[in-house]
């Protein structure tokens, strides 16, 4: 069960488009479509914004979308907002019936 | 609206037990599998164990395999966390979250966890 790979941190500014890669392996990620995208700023619990790859639950903005592309998953956030400087983690459904996290991502909107 | 409120942490010395619960309301609580994800402080999350609607289906994650033991009482609406032979390494925040679509689409505010002597 080890973490699936994100980068450590990401920075844009203002209006800029970033994107966040979550690799697994073909166990996890590659395996299924239901990897899932969370959002958590400091102190609070995290928020689900996409889940099964690609859906968006009601009332998250559409500047977040989701893809995937064999073992890596991607979180787009594009027209960066200050609002949107927060940590960001991956989750994927796993062969062992598990799931398993990616080690987060710091968004810094500079 | 969904309300999950955890409770039962607290600080508790190596080798013991703490049980934790988790008060669902908001939705029907015997639709949905549910599961426990933990935090320690400033690092990131680690998914526990879920369990599905009907307890038919459990998992663990490999580093509490053994010692902690996820149930549910869907007449209460409540998830609960048995957690013995409590480590160091344990000491986290514990969510409580509900399953959709293989997503935890709601969190609870979480309760601490701490192992220490």
């Known amino acids: 069960q080890s973490a699936l790979t994100q980068p450590a941190s990401v920075s844009g500014s203002p209006g800029q488009s970033i994107t966040i890669s979550c690799t697994g392996t073909?166990?996890?990620?590659?395996?299924?479509?239901?990897v899932s995208w969370y959002q958590q700023h400091p102190g609070k619990a995290p928020k689900l914004i996409i889940y099964e790859v690609s859906n968006r639950p009601s009332g998250i903005s559409n500047r977040f979308s989701g893809s995937k592309s064999g073992n890596t998953a991607s979180l787009t956030i594009s027209g960066l907002q200050a609002e949107d400087e927060a940590d960001y983690y991956c989750n994927s459904y796993t062969s062992s019936n598990t799931r398993v996290f990616g080690g987060g991502t710091k968004v810094t909107v500079l | 609206e969904v309300q999950l409120v955890e409770s039962g942490g607290g600080l508790v010395q190596p080798g013991k037990s703490l049980r934790l619960s988790c008060a669902a309301s908001?939705?029907?609580?015997?639709?949905?599998?549910m599961h426990w994800v933990r935090q320690v402080p400033g690092k990131g999350l680690e998914w526990v164990s879920s369990?599905?609607?009907?307890?038919?289906?459990?998992d663990y994650a490999d580093s509490v395999k053994g010692r902690f033991t996820i149930s549910r009482d869907n007449a209460k609406s409540s998830l609960y966390l048995q957690m013995n032979s409590l480590r160091a390494e344990d000491t986290a925040l514990y969510y409580c979250?509900?399953?959709?679509?293989?997503?935890?689409?709601?969190w609870g505010q979480g309760t601490m966890v701490t192992v220490s002597s």
């Open positions: 908001g939705f029907t609580f015997n639709d949905y599998a």
């Open positions: 369990i599905n609607w009907n307890t038919v289906d459990i």
């Open positions: 979250a509900k399953d959709a679509h293989f997503a935890c689409d709601f």
């Open positions: 073909s166990s996890d990620v590659g395996g299924y479509n239901f």
